[in-house]
């Protein structure tokens, strides 16, 4: 079992950045690959980033390619979500995943086997 805690999410500009925090507890969490997945209101749930366990293996949603970054601190748990030039089109709610597999073809097709509670990113124009 792994328990995820997201944190850092808010309003911001247009333009502007935020970093989300994601701290995780439980098992082995350098034998997770962890993702970041968002949902806006009245769309499907999609993933934005994903590193995998192994190798650090990154993912990104072609939408956040070159604005968004996604790293792991194992040695603190935690992964990281830097967003940067946000637009409004980013406005949803953030979550954090965790899953045992490394393929991203999976997560995008399948999601991950364990989920954050979520945290709001508004982005205003």
């Known amino acids: 079992q792994v328990q995820l805690v997201e944190s850092g999410g808010g309003l911001v500009q247009a333009g502007g950045s935020l970093r989300l925090s994601c701290a995780a507890s439980g098992r082995t969490f350098s034998r997770y690959s962890m993702g970041w997945f968002r949902q806006a209101p009245g769309q499907e749930r999609e993933l934005v980033a994903g590193i995998s366990w192994n190798f650090g293996r990154s993912y990104y949603a072609d939408s956040v390619k070159g604005r968004f970054t996604i790293s792991r601190d194992n040695a603190k748990n935690t992964v990281y979500l830097q967003m940067n030039s946000l637009k409004p089109e980013d406005t949803a709610v953030y979550y954090c995943?965790?899953?045992?597999?490394?393929?991203?073809?999976?997560?995008?097709?399948?999601?991950?086997?364990?989920w954050g509670k979520g945290t709001l990113v508004t982005v205003s124009s």
């Open positions: 995943a965790a899953d045992s597999n490394s393929d991203y073809v999976r997560w995008v097709k399948y999601g991950m086997d364990y």
